[in-house]
């Protein structure tokens, strides 16, 4: 097995955005494992012209793919929810889904995310250090494995061996800790 990497996704959708959202977090779950979830809210669309308002968030995963492997399999996913990649326009128009590859790190660093400029992911790592109070009127909860997600950041987190799903929301920076810690574990048992 080759060493894996620790990618950042930004994934956003202006059309049946929840719904698309809850899929693409399914699928990224049941591939990877492991995910860390931010938030989910509600942004205005940037550098397009749409009255819809897109929901975004997110992600970091471990794969050992290459960045080219994550970004067909992402480019696979965005088009079976709807998404026409062969249209010259799709990057100015409304889409079902969205998958940027934010950054690929060997070692998991979370003080990559002040690099970020990006005004979609500026307001998701924002919400992520208010209160659950303040969030629960600007963020938008998905179903994932019958677990309500997307309010506070989270560590969703799979055995395949037994079936279980775990989510831990908490603080990023000890989601970070959870995450890593999980799959240090998980790769002394191979």
Known sequence: MTAGYYY?????SNLQPTPNLQTALHKLQAQF???????IIETEPVSIESQRR???TL????????????????NELEESLGRNRNDPLSSIKDR???IDIL??????????????TEPYVRQ?????????????????PVSLWGHQLGQRAATVYTNHAG?????????????????ESTFDREQSLC
């Open 163 to 179: 079936g279980h799903v775990m989510v831990v929301e908490d603080s990023v920076d000890r989601l970070f800790q959870c995450f």
């Open 8 to 12: 950042f996704l930004g994934l956003g």
């Open 124 to 140: 998701v790592l924002a919400s992520a250090e208010r209160s659950a109070e303040s969030l629960s009127s600007t963020t938008h």
């Open 54 to 56: 897109f929901l975004n």
């Open 96 to 98: 079902p889904l969205d």
């Open 33 to 39: 494992a492991q995910i860390i979830l931010w938030p």
């Open 59 to 74: 992600v970091v995963i471990e794969s050992n793919w290459t960045p080219e492997q994550l970004k067909a399999w992402c």
């Open 103 to 116: 950054a690929q790190q060997s070692q998991l660093n979370p003080s990559v995310l002040k690099c970020f």
